[in-house]
């Protein structure tokens, strides 16, 4: 049973991970209407999977005696400068999403709620690959730098990454 405090915060990051799914959405379709089709097909497989983060926090408070509530989301960003900008905003919101993540273990000990610690740290673990996967990009821009080639090149490298995300994605 989930006590009301973990709830929540559970609440909470149910909408995080909504609004995540969103904003890898919309730097899809901006990608995408740029001419950047691998960055797209990236965005798109990660809009999926934070979409399937979602999902089971939704399962998971509503199986311990919660109740999920879907709510309303703050628009993403539908347009960047850059596609370095993208991916420097992309880099600082999974930040945000590994401290949020952070917060709420540090609530599971306050509460005492093992199950719900031990349920968090597939999450954890996420977000360390995702921050991870998000300054490797970076790095890689960074090397390119402003050369048309190599951001031909990265567009078409960067779909390989959304296709093995997509294999081993949990289902």
Known sequence: ML?????IALNKQIRIEAESSQIYLSMACWAEVSGLEGI???MYAQSDEERQHMLKLIKYVNERGGHAQITDLSAPNTSYETFKGMFEALYQHELFVSNSINELVHITFEEKDYATHNFLQWYVAEQIEEEA???TILDKINLIGDDKGGLYLFDRDIQLIAVAASATAPK
Do not use: Q, R
């Open 3 to 7: 006590s009301k405090n973990i709830e």
């Open 40 to 42: 797209a097909k990236f």
């Open 133 to 135: 996967t998000a300054k």
